[in-house]
């Protein structure tokens, strides 16, 4: 049988206690070196002016890159729109007669028509599963174009 080792608590306690000492210590001096690394999160890196600002290349480039992103911003308007008038309905555009009622969005696409109205065929599933009484459907569906 291998001899037990003999470890003095007070010497135990000692080492710890130095230990957690030693760590806050090091722990103080870290926090007080790196306050000033938190003043500068955010300000550019290694790319600063002496004023605290970042350097973004100058006045010319960010001029020049808010000038291109303005002209994409624009593309994507004018191809928005070109779509946009591609997949209107042809009597979108055309003024309604005043003396007819205004009509739903949507009336004049049969397409959408029959997807609501399948939405609300499915609306009334869900509620008859759930014990509920069913939606009129036309109702619903003209209520929902409205909406639309």
Avoid: K, Y
Avoid at 15 to 34: E, M, W, Y
Avoid at 87 to 112: E, F, K, L, N, Y
């Amino acid at each position: 049988m291998a001899p037990a080792l003999a470890v003095d608590t007070t010497t135990f306690a000692a080492v710890v206690i130095g230990v957690v000492v030693l760590g806050v210590v090091v722990a103080a001096v870290c926090a007080v070196a790196a306050r000033d690394g938190f003043d500068h999160i955010g300000r550019g890196g290694l790319w600063s002016r002496p004023d605290g600002r970042a350097d973004a290349g100058g006045d010319e480039q960010r001029e020049e890159e808010i000038g291109q992103m303005l002209a994409a911003r624009d593309v994507r308007r004018t191809r928005r729109a070109e779509l946009g008038g591609t997949t209107r309905p042809p009597d979108a555009g055309a003024p309604a007669p005043a003396d007819s009622p205004p009509r739903p969005a949507g009336a004049g696409d049969p397409q959408v028509a029959e997807e609501v109205r399948q939405l609300a065929i499915a609306r009334n599933h869900r509620r008859r599963r759930a014990g509920l009484a069913p939606l009129d459907v036309e109702a619903e569906v003209a209520r929902r174009l409205r909406e639309l």
